[in-house]
């Protein structure tokens, strides 16, 4: 009898629950009609920027190895066009795919 087994948990599954639960709770959700009063708005405003760089600090240095991995790839398609096509096809498959 096969149960769960111990595996660690992958970033991508992180990513993929986290996305799902977003969508889940987008768009199956009521209407929520709320009012902001004028002090809370600054506060409310002055956070979802903090909440925006952070982010972007955040997916600058994940994507960082990602984008010299891909440039990598793209000087090696000038070096071998005729191979590298085919190998990179395969590659971005794997990864977006896989």
Not at 25 to 41: L, N, R
Not at 45 to 71: E, N
Request: aromatic share 20%.
């Amino acid at each position: 009898m096969k149960h769960c087994v111990n595996r660690s948990v992958r970033p991508r599954d992180i990513l993929k629950i986290s996305l799902y639960s977003w969508v889940i709770w987008t768009f199956f959700s009521d209407f929520a009609y709320a009012y902001i009063d004028p002090g809370t708005s600054g506060f409310v405003f002055s956070f979802l920027g903090q909440i925006l760089a952070v982010t972007a600090v955040f997916l600058g240095v994940f994507f960082r190895p990602v984008f010299r991995f891909m440039k990598y790839l793209l000087g090696k398609i000038k070096e071998y066009p005729k191979i590298s096509i085919p190998v990179l096809i395969v590659i971005l498959s794997a990864i977006l795919f896989g």
